[in-house]
């Protein structure tokens, strides 16, 4: 069974950081792109960041580009967002999740981020 | 970037129904077009990948059609379980981008 763990959630001071965990067990994590998609409190959902099976490529949305650093350790079978000057406007549930192709296959239950200070 | 249109926003609809939700893309983007439930407190989950293939487990009075700009996803049968909001997501290009969302209420 696929289970998605993310973990490192919290309140944070705007223009602080926080690093985002994700733990995958139950398939091969090294054989997928991993992503990361955030929800706003009572919004929509918006596609953050991907990521290659080896770490060799990585995508993100324009609003967290040179804020948002994802990576993975495949020896560890976890995939991290460190999150840099955090904007009121970042504060949302942040969901990892599995894509073997394009679509996202599997999802976690997600962390809450909450900037405010 | 693309920006996907769903319609409706918001559906109240009766178990046993036929329910159809739709989505428009800003510009062609083949079949590359995903369907995810989220139920209330919960996170997505995956139904139907470029377009038209049910991904595994997914029951199946859901299903899906379109490719270039129109998608359908279709319910048949409506169960109270499927009450959730529903969005549809391009991977044609970078950034991958979602629907607003389409809220169905079950009566």
């Known amino acids: 069974e696929v289970q998605l763990v993310e973990s490192g959630g919290g309140l944070v001071q705007p223009g602080g950081s926080l690093r985002l965990s994700c733990a995958a067990s139950?398939?091969?994590?090294?054989?997928?792109?991993m992503s990361w998609v955030r929800q706003a409190p009572g919004k929509g959902l918006e596609w953050v960041a991907n990521i290659k099976q080896d770490g060799s490529e990585k995508y993100y949305v324009d609003s967290v580009k040179g804020r948002f650093t994802i990576s993975r350790d495949n020896a560890k079978n976890s995939l991290y967002l460190q999150m840099n000057s955090l904007r009121a406007e970042d504060t949302a549930v942040y969901y990892c999740?599995?894509?073997?192709?394009?679509?996202?296959?599997?999802w976690g239950q997600g962390t809450l981020v909450t900037v405010s200070s | 970037e693309i920006v996907l249109t769903q319609s409706p926003d918001f559906q109240s609809v009766t178990p046993k129904e036929k329910v159809t939700i739709t989505c428009r893309a800003s510009?062609?983007?083949?079949?590359?077009l995903h369907w995810y439930q989220q139920k209330p407190d919960q996170s997505p989950k995956l139904l139907i990948k470029y377009a038209s293939q049910s991904f595994s487990g997914v029951p199946s009075r859901f299903s899906g059609s379109g490719s270039g700009t129109d998608f359908t996803l279709t319910i048949n049968s409506l169960e109270a379980e499927d009450a959730a909001t529903y969005y549809c997501?391009?991977?044609?290009?970078?950034?991958?981008?979602f629907g607003q969302g389409t809220k169905l209420e079950i009566k």
């Open positions: 997501h391009q991977s044609s290009s970078l950034p991958g981008t």
């Open positions: 510009q062609s983007i083949g079949s590359s």
């Open positions: 999740a599995t894509s073997q192709t394009g679509n996202l296959d599997y």
């Open positions: 139950g398939f091969t994590f090294s054989s997928y792109w």
